[in-house]
T-cell receptor, first 112, second 114 residues
Framework: GDSVTQMEGPVTLSEEAFLTINCTYT??????LFWYVQYPGEGLQLLLK?????DKGSNKGFEATYRKETTSFHLEKGSVQVSDSAVYFC???????????FGQGTILTVHP | ETGVTQTPRHLVMGMTNKKSLKCEQH?????MYWYKQSAKKPLELMFV???????ENNSVPSRFSPECPNSSHLFLHLHTLQPEDSALYLC?????????????FGNGTRLTVT
């Protein structure tokens, strides 16, 4: 079945540091890939998405490229801010009625 | 009011109680979902409704009973729960149930079963 594996957290960075959160997936067919973010006390918000190979999703300075050859969708940001502290979830959507398969989430903490 | 709204935000119930979680979306979406978020586990899809018809049920115990009276409202009826059912229950909606349609989540109901 479909699965998503994210790098183990938590990740702790200083403000303005470079961020990478690794995500790899296993799926049949051609899934769509997503990054969601969850701020404390809130639900998940869509951060970015890519629907086909080599697509690059971007939003709020975050980027991720759909790499079919390495089955990866790593999240990157060149300069993180304290306000980026949250839990980040990688997810894929296969063909079963919009079902999203989520990774386990990576906690990011950014210090001033 | 816009987006996906869940009530209550917090709920504490005993194992013999009956309670309901409510979700309302103001986005004009046609699909709605219940997810369970437990500590240190990936989000688990519980139920999917498309155009008010249940299209997926991921082997969820019968003590959880969903109801979707219209495309804007979704309920999760709870009875005789177990302590391991304590979790954050998230409602979500999407334009349709196709795999390209992103989900919009509510803020969740934090459920504690005592």
């Amino acid at each position: 079945g479909d699965s998503v594996t994210q790098m183990e957290g938590p990740v702790t960075l200083s403000e303005e540091a470079f961020l990478t959160i690794n995500c790899t997936y296993t799926a049949t067919g051609y899934p769509s890939l997503f990054w969601y973010v969850q701020y404390p006390g809130e639900g998940l918000q869509l951060l970015l998405k890519a629907t086909k190979a080599d697509d690059k999703g971007s939003n709020k300075g975050f980027e991720a490229t759909y790499r079919k050859e390495t089955t990866s969708f790593h999240l990157e940001k060149g300069s993180v801010q304290v306000s980026d502290s949250a839990v980040y979830f990688c997810a894929l959507s296969g063909t079963s009625y919009g079902k999203l398969t989520f990774g386990q989430g990576t906690i990011l903490t950014v210090h001033p | 009011e816009t987006g996906v709204t869940q009530t209550p935000r917090h709920l504490v119930m005993g194992m013999t109680n009956k309670k309901s979680l409510k979700c309302e979306q103001h986005l004009g979406h046609n699909a709605m979902y219940w997810y369970k978020q437990s500590a240190k586990k990936p989000l688990e899809l519980m139920f999917v409704y498309s155009l008010e018809e249940r299209v997926e049920n991921n082997s969820v115990p019968s003590r959880f009973s969903p109801e979707c009276p219209n495309s804007s409202h979704l309920f999760l009826h709870l009875h005789t729960l177990q302590p391991e059912d304590s979790a954050l229950y998230l409602c979500a909606s999407s334009q349709d149930s196709s795999h390209n349609s992103p989900l919009h989540f509510g803020n969740g109901t934090r459920l504690t079963v005592t």
